[in-house]
């Protein structure tokens, strides 16, 4: 039987292993028929307010919301120390562990890489002969005939093809020097395509000697040296003089 009426007290949850002890503050009497008014846990994934006026973790920009006049100084001063380039969305160079690959080489570069791989397969026959004139002795006597009769007018020079000793060493000197510049036409050719700049150089060097060959020109000889000189103009016109700048630019940022 009751006593007395009243709020009736409940008695305090007990105490479960493992969680929190409640502070005071958190444990509220109730009476019959009334809610608990104990605040309810924080549901996971619930972030707070990052600052005033910032919307919070997971949640949409309001229609016409700015970001702080802060936040937009930080974003200026970050982009300010990039380069055009590395600001560029998606640019390599913007991260530091950023690929040597070389970026997209321009149709000009292109061309002038395909006319000197061109002059290189030319300067390849030239291999070729060579080496069937110093296999094949039917083909060594023709070709010795013939120098020495356009040599008739300089006994000395037509003496020297009759000794077949300095013959050969003639022709196998001719044959390394003439495969040497044939796997350099395709070195050229091929580091030209990647944008290095000493290939460039290398091929205007190359280029200006090249007209040493026309003391005794033939047609195979202008062809080759018209392709690399042509190819050469190419690789210092724009956008072709651009490309090699910013390839030279990107190669030396990599090295800091």
Partial sequence: MRLFSGPVLEPAAARVPGEPNKSESETFMTTPG???????????????????????????????WEPPQEVKDAQKASLSNMSPA???????????NASAAPLGAPAKVLVAAR??????VIQAMSVVALLAVLVVPTLKAS??????SSMAGTPAVAEAYSDPALVNAALFIALVIS?????????????????ATWARTTALILGIMS????????????????????GVFLLYRSPAKEFFMEQKSRRSALKR
Avoid at 49 to 55: K, M, N
Avoid at 89 to 94: E, N, S
Avoid at 143 to 148: A, H, I, M, S, T
Avoid at 179 to 195: D, E, K, N, P, S
Wanted: no cysteine; hydrophobic share 50%.
């Fill in 34 to 64: 009334e809610e608990s008014t104990e605040r309810p846990p924080a549901a996971p994934g619930n972030y707070g307010e990052i600052s005033p006026g910032v919307p919070r973790y997971g949640q949409y920009a309001p229609a016409g």
């Fill in 86 to 96: 590395s600001a560029y969305p998606g640019f390599g160079g913007a991260t530091p």
């Fill in 115 to 120: 006319l000197i791989m061109l002059a290189g």
């Fill in 143 to 148: 070709v010795l005939e013939v120098l020495q």
């Fill in 179 to 195: 495969l040497a510049m044939a796997v350099t036409y395709f070195w050229l050719a091929r580091a030209i395509r990647r944008g």
């Fill in 211 to 230: 007209f040493a060959f026309l003391v005794q020109p033939n047609l195979l000889a202008i062809a080759q040296i018209v392709l690399g000189l042509v």
